[in-house]
């Protein structure tokens, strides 16, 4: 399947995880794409195994500079940018009672200033037909216990879609939002232990925890013609857990 044949694809958070998975979906399908991200080795290893048609540039969604960087190195290598996955995220646990305003900034400076500068520095390279993801969270919808920052972060970006769905009107681009419950990730395998996955598992009516394939094989839909007639939208893929 080539439904991605010779689109320029932009993944931010694209070295481990959800993202990493997305990417080699997008080039499976015939995608050209650069992933960013701030660790070096992550992204030296992912482009390894990504292959000739994926290019890595370190930098944070939380500077303009290294964005601007970014985009740089699609125009002279590619010319225009067709897919934008704004999927960089951060998050953690802090009741209300004990949430600090470094907590909040953190959470905030990646998942709501990264996704909104991720994409506007994106769109004097886009054209019409191009698709914009941003990862949204099945928190988002239901709020989780001590996820304050991030819950509400994740409702901020379903928002956004909305708002830019409308600002984006007659540019022939569409943002629509993915929203995965829990994955099993490197980064949650390493935070929640072997039991701890159980327990995230345990939470939705599928009883397990999602392969981060399964996220990137979404992400490529929304990327696709095959979600053509999709703008605003939001997908959940998340086992239901947040639609019961």
Known sequence: MNRLNGKTAVITGGATGIGRAAAKRFIDEGA???????RQEALDAAVAELGPNARAVKGSVSDLAD???LYAAVKAERGTVDIVFANSGAGGQLRLGEITGEHIDEIFD?????AIFTV???????REGGSIILTGSSAGTTG???FSAYSASKAAVRNLARTWAEDLKGSGIRVNVLSPGPTATELA????????MKAFASLN???RMADPAEIGAV???LASQDSSFMTASEVAVDGGLAQL
Do not use: C, H, S
Request: a neutral charge; zero cysteines.
């Open 32 to 38: 050209f794409v650069f992933i960013f991200g701030r």
């Open 67 to 69: 964005l601007d960087r």
């Open 110 to 114: 990646t998942n709501i200033k990264g």
């Open 120 to 126: 506007q520095q994106a769109l004097p390279l886009m």
């Open 144 to 146: 989780a216990p001590a």
């Open 189 to 196: 395998k390493e935070a929640l232990g072997e039991e701890g």
């Open 205 to 207: 009516p599928l009883q």
């Open 219 to 221: 992400a490529a839909f």
